[in-house]
């Protein structure tokens, strides 16, 4: 099987408590596989090990065949390895346009904040026109960021990071904060890049994990009590009595 990341036994302390303990997980080519569990379960843990933000105390990372569990963060990026960009890394007073010309630059080895004179050569900005032609952000290319919507930015982090071609894109909570409109906008986007890189999405807004995942690991109290496809994990008694059922009361 072609696993784009694997995971195996991962576990991370903080004094006595185990944040994550002995989790194991693959996300496949093309896949999107959704983390899910209820607040406290370790899911910003295991990203923040993923990322090299935190060092885990015991198992294996593996990103497309490489161990990369002690390499760090810059490196595992180098190696395809890619998360949504923050909206406070976007630059307020340049168009839409202009920070995918930054981000595009980036990849290929340029400032992030300066344009430089590779940011003026003409492939950057066909790829720019590309990217926007195929988004429902095109019509907004030229509006400065500080005057886009909240789920408009949230569009625009997507494109960004998606414009690095990484080969397994962490996104974190994507739909947060997004109003229901926003939200269809979100996972029509998400949908649209499946099979341009492999997902790992953490997000609470179950409507949008079933919309999007082609599997779900779910995590309790730092271990994974299931994970199967979203029909496996909708009908598992134990994922309704630990997280799903809450929604049912
Ligand atoms: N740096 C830290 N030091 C000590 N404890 C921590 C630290 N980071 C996380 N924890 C603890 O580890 C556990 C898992 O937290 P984590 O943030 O990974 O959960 P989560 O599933 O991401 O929760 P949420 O959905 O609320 O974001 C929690 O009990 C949390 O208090």
Redesign the pocket.
Same mark, same amino acid.
């Given at each position: 099987m072609n696993h784009v990341l694997e995971i195996a036994g991962l576990t991370?302390t903080?004094?006595g /408590?185990t944040?994550?303990d002995n989790v194991s997980l693959t996300v496949n080519a093309g896949e999107i596989h959704a983390l899910i569990?209820?607040?406290?379960?370790?899911?910003?843990?295991?990203?923040?090990q993923i990322c090299g933000e /935190?060092m885990p105390n015991a198992g294996h990372i593996h990103l497309a065949g490489r161990d990369i569990t002690r390499l760090p963060p810059a490196e595992r990026v180098a190696l395809g390895l890619g998360r949504t960009f923050q909206i406070t890394s976007l630059l307020d007073d340049m168009t839409v346009r202009e920070n995918l010309a930054l981000a595009v630059q980036a990849r290929e080895g340029g400032n992030f904040r300066i344009f430089d004179r590779a940011a003026n050569r003409a492939e950057v900005w066909d790829e720019v026109a590309e990217i926007l032609a195929a988004s429902a952000l095109g019509p907004r290319a030229g509006v400065t960021v500080a005057d886009l919507a909240h789920g408009e930015k949230k569009q625009l982090e997507l494109l960004m990071a998606l414009s690095q071609r990484p080969r397994l894109l962490l996104l974190d909570?994507p739909m947060a904060g997004l109003g229901h409109l926003e939200s269809q906008q979100m996972i029509d986007a998400l949908l649209a890049a499946r099979g341009d890189c492999a997902m790992l999405l953490?997000e609470?807004d179950m409507d949008a994990v079933f919309a999007l995942a082609d599997r779900v690991t779910v995590?309790v109290y730092?271990r994974v009590i299931a994970a199967g496809n979203a029909d496996e994990i909708r009908a598992n008694p134990a994922v309704r009595d630990a997280y799903l059922g809450e929604e049912d009361t």
């Open positions: 991370k903080f004094g /408590l944040a994550t569990g209820p607040n406290g379960a370790g899911k910003s843990t295991l990203i923040n /935190l909570e953490v609470h995590l730092g």
